[in-house]
């Protein structure tokens, strides 16, 4: 299967790295584009008022890669309409869209509309591509502590997110080869803290969350700084939710169906 693997933590996340050498273990035909800086909650944004750069690089994928130095938009719009081959007999230059695996999760209504993994995915889903965002619950405190690290990860965090990687790799072509071309569809994966081998997969819905109050009262000079807050979870019971999957130990699919939008 040729996938186009993009993320919004930018080119050096060790949780792209993963994924990638995952889906290639797997045996799948890649290309990589990714953001040269951390993009994330820029939804899916894109550079209206600059020009952006895409430079071919080599990390050690073993897979034609671009540095873009935009979203994860820009990114994904740009690979597939000048940087990716597209052979005479096929309808796309690839099978699908993967973006991720995110540091943290993209859960929840407020959350996934502000994802720019997600926003990575959308962008495949708007050229008709099968497309699927991948995310990994961490705690404030492992996030804070990764990012203290330069973002590398412990011992422990680092075989959880080899294990969420091998299901990733596992799931990917299965909901790739399942969903229909031009059908505006993103699978949107988040994996528990901790993933396990035996994770099992929950059909979801985006939890109901509320998040007022992201950013901090104005410093002295007049600035607001964002504070990371999970929100508050207003969900009923039932059907289960993303955020609930993922406290009860469950791998998240949710499925988002962009053409039901809307009332009629």
Sequence with gaps: MKLLVTNDDGIDSIFLHELVFALIRAGHDLSVVAPKHEQSWVGASKSRNRPVHAVAADRGFGCPTWIVDGTPSDAVNIALDHLLPRPKDAPAAVDGVVSGINCGLNASLGFIIASGTIGGAWEGALHGLPAVALSQDLTPE???????????????????????????????????????????????????????????????????????????????????????????????????????ALSAGHISHTVLDYTRLGHA
């Design 142 to 244: 492992l996030y804070d502590r990764l990012k203290a690290s330069h973002d590398v990860p412990d011992a422990s965090l680092s075989a959880i997110l080899k294990i969420s990687a091998t299901h990733a790799a596992r799931l990917v072509p299965k909901l790739v080869a399942a969903t229909p071309p031009r059908s505006f569809i993103v699978h949107n994966l988040n994996f528990p803290l901790p993933c396990r081998a035996d994770s099992e997969v929950r059909r979801t819905v985006p939890a109901q969350v509320v998040v007022p109050g992201l950013f901090s009262p104005a410093a002295d000079d007049g600035t607001h700084r964002l504070i990371f807050r999970l929100g508050d979870d207003l969900s009923p019971a039932l059907p289960l939710t993303d955020r609930a």
